[in-house]
T-cell receptor, first 114, second 110 residues
């Protein structure tokens, strides 16, 4: 099946710094990608929709100035967590739709803010 | 998105079939039934999807009730690697993100 690659898989950063997470569709083009967040023992929560060539759309309660999303090409979306704090520590996951019905997910990025 | 209801957890033995139920009584006519699974510390993995007819692929089978208000994911011969959280998700034909419920935590005993 189609592959979505996410990098890095794990990152530790100091409080107040910014972290960039990349999401790439390796063998297909994705005009839309999705970013999710998952806290321990909870389900995935959709944060935002990344649109190639236009602004991202954010779910209610997600700060767009804190979670910067850039979708500069048909195969790459990035999520930057700005001024990270310990409460931003979470598992961040991207996905890209494939065809009308399916979606493929990256392997996730474990962010720990210390 | 229409809501789905799944048992919190299920337990099965290795090499036995597993039937994971999902109720979706408010499903609309255009909603596809998707199943994804998430292994520990990994992103979700697509398992199978269907609309009205039963579906089979190399990973699993999906049995859909005639009224479409429920479905069952069938793992024909569970292995330890099938231990995961299984999510049943309804999705229309649009390009929206998925709405994940709590899923079913499947435990496989050796």
């Amino acid at each position: 099946g189609a592959v979505v690659s996410q990098h890095p898989s794990r990152v530790i950063c100091k409080s107040g710094t910014s972290v960039k997470i990349e999401c790439r569709s390796l063998d297909f083009q994705a005009t839309t990608m999705f970013w999710y967040r998952q806290f321990p023992k909870q389900s995935l929560m959709l944060m935002a929709t990344s649109n190639e060539g236009s602004k991202a759309t954010y779910e209610q309660g997600v700060e767009k100035d804190k979670f910067l999303i850039n979708h500069a090409s048909l195969t790459l979306s990035t999520l930057t967590v700005t001024s990270a704090h310990p409460e931003d520590s979470s598992f961040y996951i991207c996905s890209a739709p494939y065809g009308v019905v399916e979606a493929f997910f990256g392997q996730g990025t474990r962010l720990t803010v210390v | 998105d229409a809501k789905t209801t799944q048992p919190n957890s299920m337990e099965s033995n290795e090499e036995e079939p597993v039937h994971l139920p999902c109720n979706h009584s408010t499903i609309s006519g255009t909603d596809y039934i998707h199943w994804y699974r998430q292994l520990p510390s990994q992103g979700p993995e697509y398992v199978i999807h269907g609309l009205t007819s039963n579906v089979n692929n190399r990973m699993a089978s999906l049995a859909i009730a005639e009224d479409r208000k429920s479905s069952t994911l069938i793992l024909h011969r569970a292995t330890l690697r099938d231990a995961a959280v299984y999510y049943c998700i309804l999705r229309g034909g649009g390009a929206d993100g998925l709405t994940f419920g709590k899923g079913t935590h499947l435990i496989i005993q050796p």
